[in-house]
């Protein structure tokens, strides 16, 4: 009889159970068009649900057209926009994993180029080639640097009427059929800019103190967890720290995950940085794991579910973060994209797949059939 490691336990949350603590996180592709899902995303997100992760997230979807970080994001601003979001939803549940999606606004870091142009605002050759701008809002009228687009600063209208966008997009991503909806208050777009002190230099009753800067975040989570039906688990990402001297910090952090939790938040998505500049050339020292004590301290003070992320490679890894008690769930992202079967491969490293029965029947039939032929050890 083989062992169960925790990574292969399922996890309730509310009315969802994912089969296994394996998430695929939102990583951007920059192939839609209109925010329209195509037959590249069905593909894309497809291949993680043959790999069996336990839950996978679309890309940041954004929940107004201004709210894009590039032209080929997806969104969710339109009714129109559902039926391609059930092509995906349908096919990934059919497989056994839970459809998850990521509602987000880019802020100041819209209309920019794609990570592979430059990761840099649009020049001259971007809009040639049929990149145009747009006009994008922030928390305050500062952009990220003078070769950006200068943002409008939100009034308090604005503000709410960037919560009814929120809102509008949760009830569509839940006719789509999404069962996980994340609030993405992470990596310098419109949520974090709010949340910094470092971008929030605002003087009214969404700027100031710690209270003030987590204000809007907290006005379109519990917007969003009102419509979000009850049996459905509401995730949040942030930005654990911002990586810059007397920016938003891990004690921010935990204070937000408790008025979070208290809102009826279930899982708080640890990541880092990104304030100023792309996440993944971040600041933070980068090595296997390293922003898996994010997740841990957020579990450990805020007493809540969280989920970790950041280069997090294999397996045993995954297991052993889980085993330490640092996260309930894990988060693979590039990883995934260089092995979209990782949650497989990860069952047969751990030693709780002998047969290859997690595998699709179609796959999983062969590749037992050729391990016997091959006398392969049981």
Request: overall charge negative.
């Amino acid at each position: 009889m083989t062992s169960q490691p925790m990574l292969f336990t399922p996890l309730a949350l509310r009315g969802i159970t994912l089969p296994n603590r394996i998430v695929v996180s939102p990583m951007v592709q920059y192939r839609a068009q209109d925010g329209e899902v195509n037959d590249y995303h069905i593909t894309h997100y497809g291949k993680f649900a043959l790999g069996r992760a336990g839950a996978i997230f679309t890309e940041a979807c954004a929940v107004e057209p201004a709210g894009r970080v590039t032209d080929g994001d997806l969104g969710l601003w339109h009714d129109g926009q559902i039926s391609g979001m059930q092509r995906v939803t349908r096919f990934l549940k059919a497989e056994g994993s839970v459809p998850a999606i990521q509602l987000a606004h880019a802020g100041r870091k819209g209309a920019m180029q794609t990570a592979f142009a430059g990761n840099g605002p649009l020049t001259a050759a971007d809009i040639a080639a049929g990149h145009h701008p747009w006009a994008v809002v922030s928390v305050t009228g500062e952009p990220i640097s003078p070769d950006w687009i200068t943002p409008d600063m939100l009034s308090e209208r604005g503000i709410a009427r960037i919560i009814a966008d929120f809102v509008a997009a949760a009830r569509r991503a839940d006719a789509a059929g999404f069962d996980i909806a994340e609030v993405h208050g992470a990596h310098g777009y419109l949520m974090a800019t709010f949340l910094s002190p470092i971008t929030n230099t605002r003087n009214d009753g969404y700027g100031g103190d710690l209270a003030g800067r987590m204000r809007f975040a907290l006005e379109v989570t519990q917007a969003v967890r009102e419509v979000w039906p009850a049996h459905k688990p509401l995730f949040f990402r942030v930005s654990s720290l911002d990586g810059a001297q007397g920016g938003w910090d891990m004690g921010d952090t935990v204070a937000l995950a408790k008025a979070l939790k208290a809102l009826g938040v279930d899982v708080m998505d640890c990541s880092s940085g990104g304030l100023t500049g792309s996440a993944t050339a971040a600041i933070i020292p980068r090595h296997p794991g390293f922003q898996v004590p994010f997740a841990a301290q957020v579990r450990r003070e805020a007493a809540m579910n969280t989920m970790a992320v950041g280069l997090i490679l294999d397996g045993p890894q995954a297991e052993a973060i889980l085993q330490a008690g640092d996260a309930d769930l894990v988060a693979i992202g590039r990883q995934a994209l260089y092995d979209p079967f990782f949650a497989v491969h990860a069952a047969e490293a751990l030693g709780c797949d002998p047969d290859f029965a997690r595998w699709p029947e179609n796959h999983g039939w062969w590749l037992d059939k050729r391990a016997k032929s091959q006398g392969r050890p049981r």
